[in-house]
């Protein structure tokens, strides 16, 4: 009988801490956006939370004080899943539905043994984090990224959430990975087997002289490496590391920088992402660039970086590093007015074909359809001519587009040395000129 009365009790404890919560989602949101800035502390904040119970619950002190802790523990944790949060054997945690969470426990996938008890309090849940890391959630916004780099001490994590509106399903998908702030050196990842003695020396060796990409697939520890690498650089030398998401960071270094990306959102305008970062980076006086995840556009200035003298490295996911360029390539859109034959020209400075006279070539597509592969100066046998009164060479490639619209330009090189100059794309009555059709943001 006792027993029952103690379930009943803690169960009225979960539906009033969930009533308090939802009161400071939709009444009191101001307090909590004001706490993740660092504006309002935490006892000023409870001594708010304290006076709303108060007012509005009338429960006896007991009552009262155990409310008061649960809601502490809510809006500094991270309610249900904060004992997952703390465990350092757990690396991600993928929230399927309220009665589903999923761990990954040192690299083995398993049930979290936990659980949410209801839809409602899983959703007053993805709302509560929402609003602590400042993200807006709707359906202009139904698939968000965001870290919080803050509240723990020993690390750092990153969400990922897709609304009902884009999944299959009517509940929200929320997935976390956990970044360990204080990251392992290369003495401790030989030590842990990851690689062995020798290799490291070579990898802290090649990591200093040259430019590196570092390849794999998801959870491979391809940012565990990068962030043990970085720390073994001089110190005399200047670093800027441009990243997503906060997972590089540096224990020992002084002249390092940090800069992240800064999606846009329905409500603003303000977009900073990689490659943007990127650009500013090449103005910043650095002597080694790091890209913490090349994806897009940002390899274009990460190559730029380095044909410049800078030394640069990366990492990317590729299943080996003979794959790795696959992964690097520039995208443009484009809005087409017209259909059929469509001509794209690409003015190229004039690189040697220095791979044994076998030339180097680029793969160019149209909206992810079958690539055509360019080769631009294999002929090339030594002559002068033309290449030295007109230093560019150019290369031509014919695609046909069946509809009008926007459509996305792909270009993939395919060996080093590849510099770009311009990009012309026409269907026709282009007039020829010695530097090429000015930039046009017109549909063609």
Known sequence: MEERENKREETASDAELQRLVEDFITQKQV???????????????LQEAGKHIDQYYHFPATKRKRLLKSFEQYIFGYSRLSPLMDDKSISDIRVVSHDCIRIKREGKRMDAGIAFDSEKEY??????????NQVNISNLNAIQRFTDTESHPDFIFRFTLSMPIVNTYSE????????????????ELVEKEMLDRNTAELLVQRFRQGSTLICGGN????????????????????????????????????DMMFLHSLPGTSESSVNYDLKH???????????????GEVKG???LYLLNAAYTGQICAATVHAPSADRAPEKMYLEYDIEMEKTGNVRVELLLAPTLNFNENKGLSYAVSFDG????????????????????????????????????????L??????????????????????????????????L
């Open 297 to 299: 556009g940002e390899a």
């Open 172 to 187: 929200p998908y929320l997935c976390i990975r956990k970044v360990p702030k204080s990251f392992p050196m290369m003495t």
């Open 31 to 45: 307090l909590l956006i004001q706490v993740k800035k660092g504006v309002l502390g935490k006892e000023e904040f």
């Open 219 to 254: 959870s491979s520890g391809k940012t565990t490496l990068l962030n043990a690498l970085k720390e073994t650089l001089p110190d005399d030398m200047a670093i800027l590391v441009a990243q997503q998401a906060d997972e590089l960071t540096t224990l020992f270094h002084p």
């Open 277 to 291: 970062i990127s650009i500013a980076g090449l103005t910043m006086d650095v002597d080694f660039f790091i890209i």
């Open 369 to 408: 359809g079958k690539e055509q592969i360019i080769n631009f100066n294999g002929h090339y046998t030594g002559e002068l001519g033309k290449w030295q009164s007109n230093p560019i060479i150019e290369s031509r490639s014919i695609h046909q587009l069946t509809k009008k619209g926007i459509h996305t």
């Open 123 to 132: 959703r007053q849940f993805i709302d509560y984090v929402a609003t602590r």
């Open 410 to 443: 792909r270009i993939r090189p395919l060996n080093p040395g590849i510099v770009i100059e311009k990009i012309l794309i026409h269907a026709g009555g282009l007039k020829p000129s010695y530097l090429g059709a000015p930039e046009t943001r017109k549909p």
